[in-house]
């Protein structure tokens, strides 16, 4: 009998094992098409900076990393907010993480449990995961053909009498709808109030023409109730080192970083140094134009191809994703037992379902399509194959 409580994985690592079934190699290995697969290309864009190839490691860096991270590391990601959003962020409200997940599941552990988050019912795939294995309430706003995957501002803040955090990623993944502008001044606005909170997870902040933050809207982050997330995995390339950060009041701060000091002990010294490369003042300028602008290039292409072969977007202009819907009732499960064997898969838009209704999902028929790592040249070869696919 095991200690351990059983658990599923992602659904999208269900995928990824049932694709080795089937093709009897890992997806991204030679030979696949990582349709599926949500990670950026690691190599220089197109105008973009060259990646790091290494950093220096001295003996000091070998010693415990600081639980709420490497003070220059914090100064850099302040320092980033300031000059591109105009954000009056400190070092201290700032807390780095391995990465971007852990940044939300460390803030929704330490959420009160007499808080409801609220959440649209098309969303990244990992949050309905979190939200059971924590044991978070939580309400589903609808997200669907009838309202362009794009629920109302006011539908996420219309909670009822009792406190309420929404939580939304933004672009979102992975429809690629984009709130900017008016939208986000009010939600960032709410987050004022004593019985609102906003989370928003810009981990794909760069991949819009032009990047988004919902830090532009804020003029006292200690008086709000906002957390923004944002991560070195996808516009700054480089996923493996596995660095993110939360943005937040010091008094949220204080409450992160008093729990890495037992719960996760700080991020890696060396993945840390990386990331403040990555965040050099010449370099991220270079990045924040050579991201949106290679990744617009291929969100159009994709699109075009795939209207052609009468698939039906619902894609926003963020991201690195199309949401596309089958056409004659095949569904997405279907199209990844015909993918499999070319050596290709795709995230069935169940997978995205907050619901999780299965094959009773309004997502049955929809799935989303990945050219985040995909090379350009690539790009005739993967329609051939979606075409060869959807004709069966």
């Not at 799935?367 to 040249?377: E, K, M, Q, T, V």
């Amino acid at each position: 009998m095991s200690f351990l409580r059983p658990i599923r994985p992602m659904g999208i690592y269900e995928t990824l094992y049932a694709f080795f079934d089937t093709f009897g190699t890992y997806m991204g290995e030679a030979g696949t098409h990582p349709w599926s697969q949500g990670f950026p290309r690691t190599v220089q864009l197109p105008g973009g900076p060259a990646m790091p190839s290494s950093v220096r490691v001295s003996s000091d860096d070998l010693r415990y990393p600081k639980a709420w991270g490497m003070p220059a590391l914090r100064q850099s990601i302040a320092d980033y907010y300031r000059r591109w959003y105009d954000a009056d962020i400190a070092p201290e409200n700032v807390m780095v993480f391995a990465g971007g997940r852990p940044a939300i599941v460390s803030t929704l552990l330490f959420l009160d449990p007499e808080v409801t988050v609220r959440i649209a019912s098309t969303e990244y795939t990992p949050y309905y995961d979190i939200l059971e294995r924590l044991g978070r309430r939580y309400d589903l706003i609808e997200s669907g053909i009838d309202n362009g995957f794009r629920p109302s501002t006011e539908a996420y803040l219309d909670g009822g009498q009792g406190r309420s955090m929404v939580v939304l990623s933004n672009p979102c993944n992975p429809t690629g709808v984009t709130r900017d502008g008016s939208e986000l001044a009010r939600l960032v606005e709410a987050s004022t109030s004593e019985r609102c909170a906003v989370l928003v997870d810009e981990a794909y902040e760069l991949f819009h023409d032009e990047p988004v933050s919902a830090l532009r809207y804020v003029d006292d982050i200690d008086q709000s109730n906002l957390f923004v997330v944002g991560a070195a995995t996808k516009g700054l390339q480089a996923p493996g080192i596995r660095v993110g950060w939360i943005i937040a009041s010091r008094e949220h701060v204080e409450i992160l970083s008093n729990f890495s000091s037992f719960g996760m002990g700080g991020v890696s010294h060396p993945s840390q140094l990386y990331a403040l490369e990555l965040l050099g003042e010449e370099r991220i300028e270079l990045t924040r134009k050579a991201v949106p602008a290679f990744y617009k290039q291929q969100r159009d292409r994709y699109a075009e191809a795939f209207r052609t072969l009468g698939l039906e977007l619902h894609s926003g202009d963020g991201g690195f994703y199309h949401w596309c819907r089958l056409p004659d009732g095949l569904s997405a499960e279907a199209l990844n037992q015909r993918l499999f064997p070319k050596g290709a898969a795709i995230l069935k838009g169940t997978d995205c379902d907050m619901a999780r209704r299965g094959h009773e999902s309004p997502l049955n028929e929809f799935f989303r399509f990945s050219f985040g790592p995909l090379d350009p040249a690539s790009f005739d070869a993967d329609v051939a194959l979606m075409r060869s696919a959807l004709q069966g």
